[in-house]
């Protein structure tokens, strides 16, 4: 087949479309008044949509999170970090408080401003003692050390000794 012969087989058939679609039937249109009123939809009951009690709720909101200001006893002002830097060679970090601007440096068994501890610099991480718990803090956090925020060891009392 030729070329023209092909563009005249499309158009033929563009045509007989077009056509097609042209005189066909449109679909009847109802109208609104016909039909009976709707109601108009509602929100359910408050006892319906309540999931806990206002006691509850006023409860939760007075509760202080590890890093807020304020958290822990009223003269500890813990707040959160970011982990800037690591000084491996010093055994040190460089850690950024809160939104400031200004960018501090902490050794190995110095207390953070969230109240935890300096354990150890190793490689892209540190760990952290909070509250008996010695957890991991990656420089470059990754998907799949998500869990690192979780507590991977406890640590014994200070009142022991370890050998």
Do not use: N
Request: glycine share 8%.
């Amino acid at each position: 087949m030729t070329r023209s012969r092909l563009l005249a087989i499309l158009l033929a058939s563009v045509a007989v479309g077009g056509l097609a679609g042209w005189f066909r039937p449109l679909p009847e249109m109802k109208s609104s008044t016909s039909e009976e009123p709707r109601t108009g939809w509602q929100l359910p009951a408050a006892e319906t949509l309540e999931r806990s009690s206002a006691a509850l709720l006023a409860q939760a909101r007075t509760l202080k999170w590890l890093g807020d200001a304020g958290a822990g006893s009223a003269g500890d002002a813990r707040q959160d970090w970011t982990l800037k830097a690591m000084l491996p060679a010093e055994d040190a970090i460089l850690l950024q408080t809160g939104k400031e601007a200004l960018i501090s440096r902490a050794e190995v068994g110095a207390t953070l401003p969230d109240g935890s501890r300096l354990v150890a610099v190793r490689g892209d991480s540190v760990v952290i003692e909070l509250d008996g718990c010695r957890m991991d803090r990656h420089l470059y956090p990754r998907a799949s050390d998500s869990d690192s925020s979780e507590c991977k060891t406890a640590t014994p009392q200070k009142d022991t000794q370890q050998p």
